[in-house]
């Protein structure tokens, strides 16, 4: 045996290990694009969780997980500390934020490729769907499987999907229609239909509980009966959404003395200063709790930083951690934020003396100067921006000229000029001026553009348009981008961008081709050496060719960002963008979001060309898993087989 294959089996055994000690004997190793059903590996206690029975897993079924919740992009992975965890990126999820989950085949994939065991399994998000969650906590025994008589008759009151929860001791249910108040809990009863997750096992009860069944009357009447006439505590409310008062508190506090532990604490920090998140927690409520003494300012602004965690509204007895560590801050802070009266004067006073001002004259005369200079910088500015990068721009220097940029900031948040973004002191600017998509004055006519391969005769292309290629190493994706860049050279503007060839290197690649090209290629061709920040080289009106969209520290999570800005900067022009792609795998690196705005997707891997992903077929034209195959000699010279429509992945973008 090779030491390759070695490798791949000593994996592949880690693998089926992790499984065993976590689900138990029995697995089954296909994914959801090799069978119709999701089965997933049946699982048992890992001896990393025995001693902690919230983390005790019963078996799990994900071919029971119903379609209709399939359909949703709702769904993340979850951790041993039942942390919401991105599918995409591997970074902490967030229940209000739709860019952090991802789809169902992708949370599963996640789950299923997670070696080291982080992954526990998957979830699912309700904000924005119409659904409901109920979970009745703490009312089955896992060793028996009996269910207690008051959670039976909730289960057969409501008759809608209903599973197992991941400790084996309690039910989720989850019903189409929404609650007629805010999220609420009481004992082992909770009950939310936004801003909330909730693990997924498939392992559902026998009978008629399989299926999500529209139960909005049942469910106005359930939550009408439990909790009509009881008033929300601070803690159920959740405050949901941050207020503009949040967001002056949060700049006031960035900006005080201990500004920058505010901040680190906000973003998550907590270990530049101590031992624990629990201690860092309560830092930040005592932070928060010297410019506020509202508990639920403190709990909606807690639940915007990095800090929130599950943990927050776990049950203390009648209360929650969170709350129990808010009131503590408030109990523990004796000195509180006094805001100074306003100067009610407007104007700049005018010195009798001359050569004389007073104190209060320089301030007014000092901010009046950074206000304009602030207005001036803002006009001109474009995206995003942070306070620091104004105050390095204004050479903002003094306490009272960063005060006067931060009012004025503050008016343009009043008057929705500016967003403040998740990232602690990041702002940005809210286009006002909006171009309108005007129809064309004549039928549009596709793009002449020419691929090897002929793709052209399957998909058309339009202005703006962008194309991925994914490619595994040495797979052939600069030999495809060269080609394209040779047949297109007399039809439009070739911009060609590359992240790792040089002069010489380009100039032996296009030795291969058989015709003499090189001369004419380096004359007609532009080639942009770029290793980052990709659009700013774009050519708004050209054949743009990206080899290879790079992304530093493999943070590939920023991939999609990264082709959004390069779509944003097109015109007349398109992009064609290669991104690296796992040997194997079924998108490139950065998952689903790498293609998202692609209208075309190629995927080239193992001498196989296959179309994942097309928006625009011509006219009765139009395949499912369209693949060809090659063979290239000389480093960029292909050979084509005809085309076929094999098995892939492709037939869940198209």
């Known amino acids: ?23 138990g004997d029995e697995h089954d190793n296909q994914s959801p694009s090799q069978s119709s059903e999701v089965n997933s590996p049946t699982r048992k206690d890992s001896p990393e969780t025995q001693n902690d029975p919230s983390l005790t897993t019963e078996k799990a079924n994900f071919s029971r997980v119903p379609e209709f919740l399939r359909q949703f992009k709702n769904w993340v992975n979850w951790n041993a500390e039942k942390i919401p965890i991105n599918p995409n990126s591997g970074e902490p999820a967030s229940t209000t934020d739709k860019g952090t989950w991802s789809s169902f085949e992708q949370a599963y994939k996640t789950y299923g490729l997670s ?17 409901s969650g109920i979970d009745l906590d703490k009312c089955r025994n896992p060793e028996t499987g009996q269910v207690e008589q ?35 809990k009481s004992g082992h009863l909770e009950l939310y239909d936004t801003g909330r997750y909730f693990t997924i096992t498939g392992n559902t009860l026998p009978g008629e509980y399989g299926e999500i069944n529209n139960r909005q009357k049942e469910v106005n009447e359930f939550y009408q009966e439990h909790f009509k006439g009881k008033p929300a505590s601070p803690r159920e409310v959740k405050g949901m959404s941050p207020t503009r008062e949040d967001d002056l508190l949060i700049t006031q506090a960035s900006m005080a003395a201990n500004g920058e532990k505010f901040s ?7 270990q530049k200063y101590y031992s624990s998140q629990s201690e860092g927690d309560l830092s930040l409520c005592n932070e928060l709790a010297f410019w506020t003494q509202d508990p639920k300012q403190i709990d909606r602004i807690l639940r915007t930083s990095k800090l929130m965690r599950p943990k927050w509204d776990e049950k203390r007895g009648d209360s929650t951690y969170g709350w129990d560590t808010i009131l503590k801050a408030l109990s523990d802070t004796t000195e509180h934020y006094e805001p100074k009266p306003e100067s009610k004067a407007e104007t700049i006073p005018i010195n009798t003396e001359p050569n004389m001002e007073t104190e209060q004259g320089q301030g007014e005369v000092q901010k009046k100067s950074i206000t304009n200079d602030f207005r001036i910088w803002f006009e001109n500015c474009e995206g995003s921006f942070s306070l620091s990068q104004i105050y390095a721009d204004l050479y903002a220097t003094t306490r009272q000229e960063r005060n006067a940029i931060q009012q004025d900031l503050h008016r343009l948040l009043e008057k929705g000029k500016v967003e403040r973004l998740r990232k602690q002191g990041e702002y940005r600017k809210i286009k006002c001026n909006v171009e309108k998509i005007l129809m064309p004055s004549v039928k549009p ?22 194309i991925v290629i994914g490619g595994s190493p040495n797979s052939g994706k600069t030999a495809y981008c060269l080609n394209v860049a040779k047949l297109n050279m007399d039809r439009f503007k070739v911009n060609y961008i590359s992240s790792e060839m040089r002069g010489e290197e380009i100039y032996e690649r296009l030795e291969g081709f058989q015709e003499n090209c090189i001369q004419e290629m380096f004359e007609k061709i532009d080639w942009i050496p770029c290793t980052s920040d990709f659009q700013d080289v774009i050519n708004p009106d050209a054949l743009n060719i990206i080899d290879y969209l790079e992304i530093p520290d493999g943070e590939f999570f920023k991939v999609q960002d990264q082709i959004r800005k390069m779509f944003d900067k097109l015109k007349d022009g398109i992009a064609i963008i290669c991104i690296q792609q796992n040997k194997g795998a079924e998108l490139p690196k950065g998952g689903t979001g790498s293609i998202e705005k692609a209208r075309i997707a190629l995927s080239i891997d193992n001498h196989l060309l296959t179309v994942v992903k097309g928006k625009l077929w011509k006219r009765g034209t139009v395949h499912h898993n369209l693949t060809r195959r090659f063979k290239l000699w000389a480093g960029v010279n292909f050979t084509w087989e005809a085309w076929g429509e094999g098995a892939g992945a492709s037939s869940l973008y198209n």
């Open 445 to 466: 006519i596709p793009l002449p553009i020419l691929f090897p391969c002929n793709i052209e005769n399957y998909l058309k292309t339009y202005r703006g348009n962008v």
């Open 115 to 131: 070696a080291n065991g982080t992954i526990m399994g998957i979830g699912f998000v309700f904000t924005e769907t119409g659904l």
């Open 264 to 270: 680190d604490l906000m973003n998550g920090n907590w």
């Open 150 to 184: 008051w959670a039976v008759d909730i289960v057969d009151r409501l008759k809608s999907y209903t599973e197992i929860s991941p400790s084996g001791s309690g039910l989720h249910i989850i019903a189409q229609g929404k609650l007629p108040g805010p999220g609420r």
């Open 1 to 23: 045996m090779n030491t390759t294959t070695e490798v791949t089996s000593k994996i592949y055994e880690d693998s089926i290990k992790r499984y065993d000690a976590i689900f």
